[in-house]
């Protein structure tokens, strides 16, 4: 049976709507903050890859979030632009205005129902939490025909007052229902037994769309987001590389390709490209500082990998004896070397948005161009990774506040290990000069020294870009400052100049975070 949207028109009853949260609660991950420019490159490569809705933030969170919210809005076409609520009036009428340039939008408010959360949590009655239920979807209905609701912790909720609370929804005016698994909790045969329920008992039910949003604290939350399509779920909440609040939320990869690859058990589709799925994973992991685990479903380097003599035996002869998708449709490639130091500046723009760089300022392309042969003199053999990992530095990053210069460090086993260390701060070159406990010590209280700051360092870990005693080395640091977490990445031929470009990298996204203030609260 096909149900009228007004964002969507007529929806056939297979149809899955992508619904993407990576900017939101994505975001919300501790270390994972985006600056503006980060949040509008990921939203223009979520449009690419074919999300039918993105989530860009939470408005009333702070004025950062407010106009990140509404940058995307102005800008990115095609997608539905979202942006979330809280029941109360202020926090719904920040969204709606966030949200005024879009051409599709659409507001999500939210509540919790279980009996904890309105216990500990809002401190409200069950009829108190109906009432704030009736006013926000309908002064949602008031900026906007598409309004979302959520049950916050929804599959911790009695049955009769979810299905009195998603009823309410309804009748205020919301076109899609959603019921989260906030906390991770479910398993599968919980998921469908809800919304099993509800489809049966809540009065117009079949004149709207039921959404799941599965956290992934027991690991389940694929699976669960699979069973909720099943008990009849259209549209699924999902993050690139699975991010988000604790454990995560559903990897939007690893559902698009369980309903595409299973189209025998699983009768339903997309709009995803999903040779678009590798590029937008790995623009995530730049922008974030936080690779892929080499393991990971889809997007993992050894997701195609055969180490086994007896795997690689059957691969050679036929792919699909271990491979149950090609490489190819996810986005990956089999090529190797791809640039080298005869290569040119138009050549090497192409490789860029080959790599879902798109399009870049000629300043940008000019320094990063500059890198680039600079590492083609220093390695016999340059890999798309290897220019991913020194591009990050002029294309993703051109906007900090803080920029490496330069670093000579002397280091051995008769002296004290030194660092002269050049940064730019804000346009203003600054340089120190400071020794250490090691070369990596030795530049980090050099890096100190020109920007003072009480962060801790959390985190020092080293790993190699590509293969060989040339490769270069990538570098994640954490720090730490009043309970918030931010990671940074550098990558350099040098495992110092890396460790620099790394934890100043970490100190940009600090003061990301310093910019933020904490939410409002819950207007009771």
Known sequence: MSIQHPNFGTLDENRIIIFDTTLRDGEQSPGFSMNLDEKLRMAEALAALGVDVIEAGFPIAS?????AVRAVAERIQGPVICGLARSGRDDVLRAAEALRPAKRKRIHTFISTSPLHMKYKLRMEPEAVLEAVTASVSLARQHTDDVEWSAEDGSRTEPDFLCRCVEA???????????????????????????????ERVPGAENVIFSAHNHNDLGLAVANTIAAIRAGVRQVECTINGIGERAGNAALEEIVMAIRTRRDALHFHNGIITQNILKTSKLLATITGFDVQPNKAIVGRNAFAHESGIHQDGVLKNAATYEIMTPESVGWSNSSLVMGKHS?????????????????????????????????????????????????????????????VSLEVYAGSKAAPKATLELEIDGELRSATASGDGPVDATFNAIREIFAHDAVLRLFSVGAVTEGTDAQARVTVRLEENGKLVDGQGADTDTIVAAARAYVHALNKLLVKRARTAPAALAS
């Open 169 to 199: 929804a309804i009748k205020a005016g919301a076109t899609t229902i959603n019921i989260p698994d906030t906390v991770g909790y479910a398993l599968p045969e919980d998921m469908g037994r809800i919304f099993l329920m509800l489809r």
């Open 63 to 67: 004025p950062g979030d407010f106009e």
């Open 344 to 404: 040119g500046r138009a050549a090497f723009r192409d490789k860029l948005r080959a790599l879902g760089y798109g399009e870049i300022g000629d300043n940008q392309l000019n320094d990063a161009f500059r890198r680039f042969k600079e590492l083609a003199d220093r390695k016999k053999i340059v890999y798309d990774d290897d220019i991913i990992a020194l591009v990050d530095d002029e294309v993703m990053r051109g906007h900090d506040r803080i920029r490496f």
